[in-house]
């Protein structure tokens, strides 16, 4: 599965941003997807996680209720919609395709990565 992230860029904070991941070479309808990020200086985190039938959500604390994730199978493609953005948004995002055995809550082993995409969300 190749994995292809967009959508991100400059926003105030308080603004919003959907990011997409956009599969090839593979269906993703059996896999779960998820939305990692890394900020300068910092580890990477998993930031939200969708089953293959889109009925399962996990996300981190600091996202509940701003951020939403979903999918279309039929077009291969995974959303971030981030809403009430803050500064400390500000990271690369990745999106991640892994089996769901490999994952619990969204948590565990992803087989396949994306290339990133920069938001920045400036104050």
């Known amino acids: 599965v190749q994995l292809q992230a967009s959508g991100g860029g400059l926003v105030q904070a308080g603004g919003s941003l959907r990011l997409s991941c956009a599969a090839s070479?593979?269906?993703?309808?059996?896999?779960?997807m998820g939305w990692f990020r890394q900020a300068p200086g910092k580890e990477r985190e998993f930031v939200a996680s969708?089953?293959?039938?889109?009925?399962?959500?996990n996300y981190v604390d600091s996202a509940k209720g701003r951020f939403t994730i979903s999918r279309d199978n039929t077009k291969s493609t995974v959303y971030l919609q981030m809403n009430s953005l803050k500064p400390e948004d500000t990271a690369v995002y990745y999106c991640?395709?892994?089996?769901?055995?490999?994952?619990?809550?969204?948590?565990?082993?992803?087989?396949?990565w994306g290339q990133g995409t920069l938001v920045t969300v400036s104050s």
């Open positions: 991640a395709a892994a089996l769901p055995f490999r994952v619990l809550r969204g948590r565990g082993t992803y087989d396949f």
């Open positions: 070479g593979r269906t993703i309808s059996g896999y779960v």
């Open positions: 969708v089953t293959w039938s889109g009925e399962s959500t």
